[in-house]
């Protein structure tokens, strides 16, 4: 009565205990040929009997439509997988003590077995009569004949239910190949696992291990720990676990019931189990030996050929999603990493106060682009803001050349001209084989008497934002042609403005602005509001208000950010 296959049709025919019109009627007909005051359709669960079917009952089993086993015959029909025909219930040794015969006045009783297409008895139609009665052999050939419908109509509904079933897999397989393919990380790639497979009928459980060299590690999601998750982290080779075999073997290991998890693996493993309340166990080792993924489901489980296919296939997504997951952290670890060796560490320089922001975009290896500088010559400050096209690992090592050569340039000009440092970029773009064109504010700052002035030139940036006392904020709009090393482009220009005391100069890069829902213009009106509401804070608050909530979405782009506020204080 146990086995899984058969729990497993009953669950797919979609009948319980509830009124159902289809099996009401075939037990209509059974009262109606055969003449008897009671007839059932009876479905058998481990630890009770369900009557989708009725006629005729009353009392409080029938408000329930269920009893418990100590009421059914119908568990002898499926435990012999043949009719039950007793024309005095009483008088038979199998059947004199039950429960039904008080209860339910079963004195007469005749039930054939209801199958699935493998044959297998997932309870009765029966006829009952409140006396003792000889069933005729037309009666039962009638009674034979309605059984034969009624599995007919058990048979239709659970193929209905596996054709839905192939297509919600088909459904699976196509979000999975997508899903999958957006992963950041292991942390992502198993919430976006545990999201594909929920809903009633879906496992109750998906893990993740991974492979190292002593055995597997677990991935575990921090907004959906389970217990096992902590105190079972990691599981050597051998461990006696379905994980660690499948792993160890490379093939996929089934464990359809507790029973088998109790025969086959380690006390530790069934206390892992059941402290979630698992009883089976699907493991299917990742491709190329990464790892294991696990679908762990609450009851005993059969696993459809279908069923297996759709999840060894999903198994080989993930071994995918692993592999670029490394490979992009792998690279985003070494643009990061040449990136942060190239952003500037802030000089200390009297009468400026000075902070900076660099945030990584967040989407794959899209890093390495963007950048900021500011570096003392001995008669100015010099600062700078850039964007190199492109966002790998190439546009990072761009930007350090571009960097360098800005720098070199302010260094050979006597006049320190920052468009004069711009136009030897280009000239240097124009010749060596860099590939790329850029955006930048290059700029020097010089101390005038009781203020600072402010030399600048655009090569096609977003225009710096200016705050000054009692003005408001101003967007420097002057700017040239982007760095694209063009031998007839023309001249550049520098741009000066005088900075009294308490003026607040903002230099970023378009990831601060720029979203894909809004209009450029919109965010930059946006940062402007900002500053002006904010100048007064402290450098670094003023730099997280600017910055709010762009780690909350995921960016397309690089932010770097700059800003300098003159003191007046010359100490």
């Not at 005729?136 to 048979?155: F, I, P, V």
């Not at 064109?437 to 402010?454: E, F």
Request: with cysteine; charged share 20%; aromatic share 4%.
């Amino acid at each position: 009565m146990r086995d899984p296959g058969r729990l497993e049709a009953l669950r797919l025919a979609g009948l319980t205990a509830a009124a159902d019109p289809g099996m009401d009627r075939f037990a209509r007909l059974v009262a109606r040929l055969l003449r008897v005051p009671v007839s059932l359709v009876s479905l058998l669960e481990p630890d009770r009997q369900v009557f989708p079917g009725m006629f005729g009952m009353s009392g409080r089993w029938a408000a329930r439509r269920e009893t418990p086993l100590s009421h059914s015959f119908c568990q002898h029909v499926v435990a012999d997988g043949g009719p039950l025909v007793l024309s005095d219930t009483r008088v038979h040794p199998r059947t004199c003590a039950s429960l039904a015969i008080p209860d339910l006045q079963v004195i007469a009783y005749a039930g054939m077995p209801l199958t699935d297409a493998d044959g297998r008895v997932l309870g009765s139609l029966c006829a009952i009569d409140h006396h003792p009665r000889e069933w005729t052999a037309d009666e039962l050939h009638d009674l034979e004949d309605l059984t034969a419908a009624c599995s007919m109509e058990l048979r239709l509904r659970i193929a209905s239910e596996l054709i839905q079933r192939d297509r919600d897999h088909a459904g699976l397989l196509l979000r999975a190949s997508v899903e999958l393919a957006h992963a950041h990380d292991p942390t992502d790639l198993t919430r976006r696992l545990r999201r594909l497979f929920q809903g009633p009928a879906e496992p109750a459980f998906v893990g993740l291990m991974l492979a190292d060299g002593q055995g597997l590690w677990r991935v575990i999601d921090p907004d959906d720990v389970r217990p096992v998750e902590s105190t079972i982290d990691r599981l050597d080779r051998d461990a006696p676990f379905p994980s660690s075999q499948a792993m160890r073997e490379q093939r996929t290991v089934f464990v359809p019931d507790r029973a088998a998890l109790v025969a086959g693996f380690g006390p530790e493993a069934v206390a892992g189990y059941d402290s979630l309340g698992l009883q089976s166990v699907l493991c299917v080792p990742l491709p190329n030996g990464h790892g294991v993924l696990t679908w762990c489901w609450s009851r005993p489980h059969v696993m459809a050929p279908t069923e297996e296919a759709v999840l060894t296939t999903v198994a080989a997504y993930v071994s995918q999603a692993v592999e670029r997951t490394r490979f992009v952290a792998n690279r985003l670890s070494t643009a990061e990493q040449l990136q942060a060796a190239m952003l500037t560490e802030l000089p200390d320089v009297p009468g400026l106060d000075m902070a900076a922001l660099y945030l990584p975009a967040a989407d794959q290896d899209m890093v390495g682009g963007d950048w900021y500088d500011a570096y003392p010559l001995p008669t100015a400050l010099m600062i700078s803001i850039g964007d190199v096209i492109g966002h790998d690992v190439r546009a990072a090592t761009v930007m350090s050349q571009i960097r360098s050569m800005l720098r070199q340039a302010s260094l050979d000009d006597p006049a320190r001209s920052p468009a004069a440092a711009l136009h030897a970029i280009d000239k240097a773009i124009d010749v060596l084989p860099l590939g790329v064109g850029a955006t930048a504010v290059h700029a020097r700052l010089d101390r005038d008497a009781d203020h600072w002035r402010l030399t600048w030139s655009n090569a096609g940036h977003p225009p710096p934002l200016l705050h000054t006392p009692g003005s408001g904020v101003t967007p420097l709009t002057d700017h040239d042609l982007l760095l694209l090393g063009l031998p007839d482009a023309p001249p550049r220009e520098d741009h000066s403005r005088a900075l009294p005391p308490g003026s607040v100069l903002l230099l970023y890069t378009d990831g601060l602005v720029e979203r894909r829902d809004a209009d450029i213009d919109a965010g930059t009106a946006h940062t402007a509001a900002l500053l002006s509401h904010h100048a007064d804070k402290p450098l670094p608050l003023l730099l997280q208000t600017l910055s709010a909530g762009l780690s909350e979405v995921p960016q397309r782009d690089d932010v770097a950010v700059l800003v300098v506020r003159v003191t007046g204080d010359e100490r």
